[in-house]
């Protein structure tokens, strides 16, 4: 069953457009699922991850389509790690 998903409108580098237009072309896959693999790629590193841990957390559960959170539930869980991020930073 395939994910539902939801347009939305971003602004990119030119040559990241072409690159991500190349890339899907030469992989067979469409333009948005090499921007959704990057995005997810990128959540997950460990030098980003490492500070939103309840996040990736999140995005693993949602994934897995094992829980269902809202687009405000999902944010505001997002904006308490970012705003903790935010304090550690400030007090490390």
Known sequence: ???????????LDADLITATKVLAASTGRRDYEVIEAALRSYMRHPDV?????????????????TQH???????????EELKEHRTSRRSG
Not at 1 to 11: F, L, N, Q
Not at 69 to 79: G, P, V
């Open 69 to 79: 959170t809202t687009d405000d539930e999902a944010l505001a869980e997002a904006y």
């Open 1 to 11: 069953m395939a994910k539902a998903r939801r347009k939305t409108t971003v602004y």
């Open 49 to 65: 991850a490492e500070h939103r841990r309840s996040l990736g957390q999140l995005l693993d559960r949602v994934s897995a389509g």
